[in-house]
């Protein structure tokens, strides 16, 4: 049976789930509070854990974005955190659509029906991006960036103050043409075809996880098993935390208020959030709020159900930021039966139709197994 629940009668003990000997919220000895975009973790902050194991926290920053990294009993940190950064600096040069010369902007440019050598990392992405089109039919699709920029998000979306929502016309064009259909992927000969011009890739909703996944296989290449790391609120845990067999996670409360909003345990395993609250700017001169960023590639328009935030468990990051990104354009009312027949722990927050200040939360049944710190 699924978990429905009243968030806010339920926050109190949902933080309090989080507390233990060693791992509490707000001032614990050695444990702090880091945020980002809508998610929150706990990290050591201090040298040596009462087990007496070291602990380190390296930080910086990469994809328009910061990383953190956790590690126990680490090795040559100066080495481990000069590699974090040259392997960053790579794949944003891979994957970013504000970088001009970077292997993603190189193929957005390249003429139509013109083969675009790709890298074998570009291959694989667009390969999971494929599964996922298919898997979630058509609610992820990483064609969909000149709908999201006509929204005014993304690269070349133009200033704030002169955004004005694309007519109904524009929309239908762009969904016609920059689409899925109109993209050749030669997997034999490695090489991407834009078959229209106006197709265009993002693989925003996907990258982040693919780096921090980059930087997990990396550390187990090096022998560490036992690691937290975070890309812009997107988390990858290894083994577990001293004196635990797994990493306790908090996820932020979406109204701001920095109140968690659940607790979960990871164990080799991937957390993402999504949430059409994120990025709400608003609109020029009528005073009303900018639709989410969240655009559902299906219709070409912003979400507009009552699902802000949904938050997704797997074993890859890469995995876990893409569902999470499609569930949340699904929203809740699919989506929860998706998420279950895929054996998906996933969570959905819902702002209450009856009562704007108060919110719903419902989880598959997976997702519960994992709150039990």
């Not at 659509?97 to 902007?105: D, K, N, P, Q």
């Not at 890298?119 to 992820?140: E, I, V």
């Not at 507009?304 to 569902?323: L, M, N, P, Q, Y």
Request: with cysteine; proline share 5%; charged share 20%.
């Amino acid at each position: 049976m699924d978990l429905m629940v009243n968030l806010n009668a339920t926050l109190p003990s949902a933080k309090a789930a989080a507390t233990g000997p060693e791992f509490v919220f707000g001032k614990a000895r050695w444990m702090v509070l880091l945020a980002a975009a809508g998610l929150a973790c706990l990290v050591a902050s201090c040298d040596r854990a009462p087990e007496g194991e070291r602990i380190e926290t390296l930080r910086g920053q990469s994809m328009g974005t910061e990383w953190s990294m956790v590690l126990v009993e680490p090795d040559a940190l100066t080495r481990i955190r000069a590699e974090v950064q040259l392997l960053l600096r790579n794949h944003e040069q891979r994957y970013s659509t504000w970088i001009h010369s970077s292997e993603l902007s190189r193929l957005n440019r390249t003429p139509a029906q013109t083969a675009f050598a790709a890298s074998p990392q570009l291959m694989r992405s667009l390969y999971r991006s494929g599964l996922m089109l298919d898997a979630t039919q058509g609610a992820f699709d990483p064609t969909c960036a000149p709908l999201v920029r006509a929204w005014g998000f993304g690269p070349g979306a133009g200033p704030v103050a002169g955004f004005d929502a694309p007519d109904e016309a524009r929309i239908d064009h762009l969904r016609r043409h920059s689409t899925w259909d109109n993209l050749d992927i030669n997997s034999h000969a490695g090489t991407i075809t834009r078959l229209h011009e106006a197709v265009e890739i993002d693989l925003s909703a996907l990258a982040k996880g693919e780096g921090v996944d980059l930087l997990a296989d990396w550390l187990v290449e090096q022998g560490q098993r036992s690691f937290l790391i975070e890309i812009g609120g997107d988390l990858r845990a290894g083994g577990g935390a001293p004196g635990r067999q797994s990493w306790p996670v908090g996820i932020e409360h979406p109204d701001g208020s920095g109140e968690m909003l659940a607790a979960v345990a990871l164990r080799n395993q991937a957390l993402a959030t999504s949430g059409t609250y994120i990025q709400q700017l608003p609109a020029g001169g009528n005073g009303e709020v900018r639709p989410s960023h969240i655009i559902d590639p299906r219709t070409g328009y912003p979400v507009g159900h009552e699902t802000i935030s949904v938050s997704v468990v797997a074993d890859t990051c890469a995995e876990a930021d893409a569902w999470a990104t499609a569930l949340l354009v699904i929203g809740a009312e699919d989506g929860l039966a998706l998420a279950s027949s895929h054996n998906l722990p996933a969570m959905f927050v819902l702002r209450d139709q009856l009562e704007s200040q108060r919110y719903l939360v419902l989880a598959t049944p997976m997702f519960e197994t994992l709150t039990d710190l």
